[in-house]
């Protein structure tokens, strides 16, 4: 009995400690249930049209990649202002767990932050706190990642009704309900996978559709814009920006006139180029779509259309009817572009008075170091003066639009031979990094670059305060190199706040360039910072990690070579504490000692063209670089090598599979080279004096 009794008390035991489980389990569902519904019921990436024209309205948003349709990288905010700046300091932080460049500029709207990182990887995140509220990884192809000329960056997303639009490095383009990251649709952007195809640009909402373009000039590819329906992804229309082969059909009517500009005898097996890797904006008003186009490929001219001709429409800028995508205008900055002047970087839409006429305009900062106004209507010519050093041309011609080429320009070959230099490099007075515009300074402050005639890896960088009106620059900070120019923003608090590639964050006097904060955050910064308000009190976030073109070279002063490049977002407010610093990296240790040279001198050589074709545009063997410097590989590297360069052993580490690119022979060949070279370092090594 006492048994039985026992049993009984332990069964009503056990009942109600089930009971309570399945009460409190029932109380923690119901409080998860009313969460859910709570989430649903907010606000998720609510923007809109009517919100959008009403940004200046609501300035504690941050709707676009620029905050409005103008993506003037400004805000009206001004608690952070040249008085109060002096207390800016650490809100909070968020580890993206990637250690490839950020350049994206996050959007902020009803209190959620929502931005992009490496390979198209988007967050979602409390814009109070930084605590995350989902992320979407898009599972790239990691094969395509081997087509990287410049880094697996990604420059951001579009909200819009609910849904986060972001685009995979691997080209597929995706819808996510903005409260949960869920993708509730996908479409493939490329039309031959065959093709150096890739995305890394922004996607932007124009009227009913969201436009992408692609990356990919540097290999084979033909430049196109797509268009997707906004609901159901289903492609709308679709603009190709040169022409292909002439034997096929055109597939719109301009490019028969694009045809007339290139030799028929053109690489049309190339592709052309004219690739739409960065810039798009639109114009509601005017129902336009505006986007830049790249580079011709091959970049050389004589061989890509050896006759020559203007090769319509490369290094560009375009406007096309959002519904239709019907050709509006075009305006090409270099004609037969020689030099890899890339027409892309970030527009600015403003109105200016000009000739005491206000004109609605465009305004770029161009690889070309000529800052072009447009008037966005009609494609016209307003200005065209050059913000940096230009040796190219000698002017721009307003009545003819084109420039007034300079004597020898074109005997420069693209190429890294050190010689031959014209300006701007091939990294332009101006890259993708974002400027601002102050309309109450007038003043538009661009991350600049100067690195032509001086040599592609020396040079200065500089952040630039350029009065678009009368075509001067008012003032500038010297930055740390070529390499260090970061996006920029602008407030109506008096301030323009940019980061820098040494890691600090700093924030000038918007009349004067005087520097009226700097806060060491250690982490290396490439893109442009953005301001937001929740609660009254305002933040200013950026996105850093080192990255980019030239991402692999070595330069000792940036933040990234020396405590890592750890991706992080930074929200900074007033009366913040202390940025916490990433540890410094353990000093490089010695080369160890190469397995045994088996391979023979041609092998070796054979390798080494190998190697540059197709590793050194990552592996550029300076110790300090970004990717591994392939003289210290460890034993088990080696014994590895096949399965890490062939198998893609070492895929979640950036290293890209070369199966079907590469043979075992041609492996092998690269191994023996790298080995060559290990041994020339270690015995230089060894030779040292030791101290
Ligand atoms: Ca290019």
Same mark, same amino acid.
């Given at each position: 009995m006492r048994g039985s009794q026992v049993s009984a008390r332990l069964k009503l035991l056990s009942a109600i400690v089930v009971a309570g489980i399945i009460l409190s389990l029932c109380g923690y569902n119901s409080i998860n249930a009313r969460a859910q519904a709570k989430r649903a019921e907010m606000a998720y990436g609510q923007i809109d049209l009517k919100r959008l024209l009403a940004a200046d309205e609501h300035p504690e948003e941050w709707l676009t990649a620029g905050r409005d349709i103008g993506k003037g990288h400004y805000s009206p905010l001004t608690d952070i202002n040249r008085k109060t700046v002096a207390r800016l300091g650490f809100a909070w932080g968020y580890d993206t767990h990637t250690n490839r460049g950020l350049e994206a500029t996050p959007i902020v709207v009803d209190g959620v932050m929502y931005t992009s990182g490496s390979g198209g990887t988007a967050y979602a995140l409390d814009a109070r706190t930084g605590r995350e509220l989902w992320t979407f990884d898009p599972k790239n192809d990691l094969s395509v990642t081997r087509r990287s000329c410049c880094d697996i960056v990604n420059r951001g997303v579009a909200v819009w009704k609910g849904k986060v639009y972001v685009a995979s490095f691997d080209g597929r383009l995706f819808a996510l309900d903005?409260?949960? &990251?869920?993708? #509730?649709w996908q479409a493939d952007t490329i039309i031959d996978h065959k093709r150096g195809y890739t995305i890394t640009g922004a996607p932007e909402i124009a009227g009913r559709v969201v436009v992408i373009g692609n990356a990919?000039?540097?290999?084979?590819t033909r430049g196109y814009l797509s268009a997707y329906d906004l609901e159901t992804g289903k492609l709308a229309w679709r603009f190709f920006t040169v022409p292909g082969d002439p034997s096929k059909p055109f597939e719109q009517p301009e490019l028969k006139m694009a045809a007339k500009t290139w030799d028929p005898k053109s690489r049309w097996d190339m592709g052309g180029g004219g690739m739409v890797w960065d810039a798009i904006s639109y114009d509601p008003d005017l129902n336009l779509v505006y986007f830049g186009t790249g580079n011709g490929t091959f970049f050389d001219q004589s061989k890509r259309s050896p006759a020559g001709g203007d090769n319509l429409f490369i290094a560009s800028i375009i406007a096309v009817n959002a519904?239709? &995508?019907?050709f509006a205008w075009y305006y090409q900055e270099a004609p037969g572009d020689q030099w890899d002047y890339d027409a892309v970087q970030p527009f600015i839409l403003t109105d200016l008075k000009i000739g005491g006429k206000i004109r609605k305009v465009l305004m770029q900062a161009s690889k070309t170091g000529f800052f072009y106004v447009l008037d966005?209507?009609?494609?016209? #010519?307003l200005s065209a003066e050059n913000f940096v050093p230009v040796t190219w041309a000698d002017r721009v011609d307003l009545k003819t639009g084109r420039p007034v080429e300079a004597p020898g320009a074109r005997a420069y070959k693209t190429g890294f031979n050190g010689s031959n230099y014209i300006s701007p490099s091939p990294v332009g007075g101006h890259n993708w990094n974002p400027m601002a515009y102050d309309p109450k300074t007038g003043l538009v402050y661009i991350p600049v670059i100067e690195n032509g005639q001086t040599g592609l890896f020396s040079g200065k960088g500089f952040l630039r305060a350029w009065d678009p009106i009368r075509s001067k620059v008012v003032w500038e900070v010297p930055m740390a190199g070529y390499w260090d120019h970061p996006g920029v923003l602008a407030t109506a608090g008096g301030l323009v706040l940019q980061g820098t590639g040494t890691g600090h964050f700093r924030a000038y006097d918007a009349e004067t360039g005087k520097l009226l904060k700097d806060i060491d955050v250690g982490t290396s910064i490439i893109a442009a910072p953005m301001t937001y308000s929740l609660d009254g009190v305002q933040y200013v976030a950026v996105m850093a990690a080192f990255g980019g073109g030239g991402w692999s070279y070595s330069f000792p002063e940036n933040a990234a070579y020396q405590r890592g490049n750890e991706g992080r977002i930074i929200a900074f407010k007033l009366g913040g504490g202390p940025t916490p610093m990433p540890p410094l990296l353990p000093p490089i240790g010695p080369i160890p000692q190469p397995p045994e040279q088996t391979g023979t001198p041609d092998t070796i050589k054979r390798g080494a063209t190998l190697f540059n074709a197709n590793c050194a545009s990552c592996h550029v063997n300076e110790a300090g670089s970004l990717a591994p410097d392939l003289r210290r590989m460890r034993s088990e590297i080696h014994e590895g090598f096949r399965e890490i360069v062939l &198998?893609?052993?070492?895929v979640n580490g950036g290293m890209p599979p070369f199966e079907g690119v590469l043979s075992t022979e041609d492996a092998d060949a690269i191994h023996e080279y790298l080995i060559s070279i290990a041994w020339n370092a270690y015995k230089q090594q060894q030779a040292a004096p030791k101290n």
């Open positions: 903005a409260a949960t &990251g869920t993708v #509730l990919g000039g540097e290999y084979d519904d239709t &995508g019907r966005r209507k009609t494609g016209q #010519l &198998g893609g052993a070492m």
